[in-house]
């Protein structure tokens, strides 16, 4: 199993970046798909997810409006598209896979918004 992601970096405060989360090994199609983010000291938390069909959607509400997470069930990847970006914003990165019997994280990408 792993999921990869990518598309992390240094921006400008009011920029954009996407990040994508490739999976491999295991069914993509069947697992709800989430971005968390973390910033040293403090837990992770949850900023977006999407149902296995994409049917279902939330977000964390410091950044509803802003970001928004898709899925391509034929690329077993899932984006989180990020605009109007803050510096609150920063912070690593992750994807996670979960089904009603496992979890999958990946490893991480950092996101910097700073002048």
């Known amino acids: 199993v792993q999921l990869v992601e990518s598309g992390g970096g240094l921006v400008q405060p009011g920029g954009s970046l996407r990040l994508s989360c490739a999976a491999s090994?295991?069914?993509?199609?069947?697992?709800?798909m989430s971005w968390y983010r973390q910033v040293p000291g403090k837990e992770r938390e949850l900023v977006a997810s999407?149902?296995?069909?994409?049917?279902?959607?939330n977000y964390a509400d410091s950044v509803k409006g802003r970001f928004t997470v898709s899925r391509d069930n034929a690329r077993n990847t899932v984006y989180l598209q990020m605009n109007s970006l803050k510096p609150e914003d920063t912070a690593v990165y992750y994807c996670?896979?979960?089904?009603?019997?496992?979890?999958?994280w990946g490893q991480g990408t950092q996101v910097t918004v700073s002048s």
């Open positions: 999407i149902t296995s069909a994409g049917g279902y959607i």
């Open positions: 090994g295991f069914t993509f199609s069947s697992y709800v």
């Open positions: 996670k896979a979960r089904n009603y019997l496992y979890a999958y």
